[in-house]
């Protein structure tokens, strides 16, 4: 069997592309030869045949560095570690289109390896979000000069969102060492103070905190809560409350 697999005509007609070369093989022979896609697939290996394909990622968990990646034609899955991307410059997400070659690593199984991004992709959402938070604090500060809200109150969420930031960093920091991890109540908690603006932009810059979704409806919901909170201070309702805030002296 293993002749009739190597030993092919010299005038096939569809190549399969090799990392940087072309072998005569049909895909037809391949399939008469009657072994499963996977073994064929760990003989090219065993033989330093090393077949590259295109493919995005389709599923990633960035606390514990490993996701899928599904082929452009075939529609395949294969498993893949953060330790086989070539390019570490970036991490990969969901939507990064890679070229990968399968090869065996633990337990005999075939998965992607030789990773390459082709596109890192989304970066929009960072840059959304950062003009999100950008243009609340800055709404704040026209609020501020009209008197409509206490100077304290902005130098509140900008310190606190700072904090947020900080305090998500740190947590992904430990996610990736497997050391302890801030408390998601603790990131709550800086985010119903003021300080989701940086929360906002710290889950998309950093990829962290993006994906689950119970997290991400109590965020969501803490934002409502400051946002109602804020509401009532800039209202004729909560004016008398902005009165005692400015009479606060910030050493600035």
Same mark, same amino acid.
């Given at each position: 069997?293993? &002749?009739?697999?190597?030993?092919? *005509?010299? +005038?096939?007609?569809?190549?399969?592309?090799?990392?940087? $070369?072309?072998? *005569?093989? $049909?895909?037809?022979?391949?399939?008469?030869?009657?072994?499963?896609?996977?073994?064929?697939?760990?003989?090219?290996?065993?033989?330093?045949?090393?077949? %590259?394909?295109?493919?995005?990622?389709?599923?990633? +968990?960035? %606390?514990?560095?490993?996701?899928?990646?599904?082929?452009?034609?075939?529609?395949?899955?294969?498993?893949?570690?953060?330790?086989?991307?070539?390019?570490?410059? /970036? /991490?990969?997400?969901?939507?990064?289109?890679?070229?990968?070659?399968?090869?065996?690593?633990?337990?005999?199984?075939?998965?992607?390896? +030789?990773? /390459?991004?082709?596109?890192?992709? *989304?970066?929009? *959402?960072?840059?959304?979000?950062?003009?999100?938070?950008?243009?609340?604090?800055?709404?704040?500060?026209?609020?501020?000069?009209?008197? /409509?809200?206490?100077?304290?109150?902005?130098?509140?969420?900008?310190?606190?969102?700072?904090?947020?930031?900080?305090?998500? &960093?740190?947590?992904?920091?430990?996610?990736?060492?497997?050391?302890? $991890?801030?408390?998601?109540?603790?990131?709550?908690?800086?985010?119903?103070?003021?300080?989701?603006?940086? &929360?906002?932009?710290?889950?998309?810059?950093? $990829?962290?905190?993006?994906?689950?979704?119970?997290?991400?409806?109590?965020?969501?919901?803490?934002?409502?809560?400051?946002?109602?909170?804020?509401?009532?201070?800039?209202?004729?309702?909560?004016?008398?409350?902005?009165?005692?805030?400015?009479?606060?002296?910030?050493?600035?």
């Amino acid at each position: 069997m293993g &002749a009739s697999l190597f030993h092919m *005509p010299a +005038n096939s007609k569809a190549p399969i592309r090799l990392a940087g $070369r072309k072998n *005569p093989m $049909r895909n037809d022979i391949l399939l008469q030869s009657g072994l499963p896609v996977a073994s064929l697939r760990a003989l090219f290996t065993n033989r330093g045949l090393m077949v %590259e394909y295109k493919g995005k990622v389709i599923q990633w +968990n960035d %606390e514990k560095g490993f996701g899928f990646i599904q082929t452009k034609r075939s529609n395949e899955r294969y498993f893949f570690h953060i330790s086989d991307v070539q390019n570490k410059s /970036r /991490r990969p997400s969901v939507g990064t289109r890679v070229k990968f070659q399968a090869g065996k690593k633990s337990k005999n199984q075939i998965q992607a390896v +030789n990773i /390459r991004c082709r596109q890192i992709l *989304p970066r929009g *959402p960072a840059f959304n979000a950062f003009l999100v938070s950008a243009l609340f604090l800055s709404g704040l500060g026209v609020l501020t000069h009209l008197n /409509r809200l206490a100077l304290i109150i902005l130098v509140l969420y900008g310190a606190v969102s700072l904090l947020t930031l900080i305090f998500y &960093a740190l947590d992904k920091s430990s996610a990736q060492k497997s050391q302890q $991890r801030v408390p998601e109540a603790t990131l709550h908690y800086l985010a119903l103070a003021g300080g989701w603006p940086g &929360a906002l932009f710290a889950q998309q810059w950093l $990829r962290h905190k993006s994906q689950k979704r119970t997290f991400r409806r109590i965020f969501w919901l803490t934002v409502a809560m400051n946002g109602a909170a804020l509401g009532f201070l800039v209202s004729p309702y909560g004016q008398w409350l902005n009165t005692m805030l400015n009479q606060i002296k910030l050493p600035i």
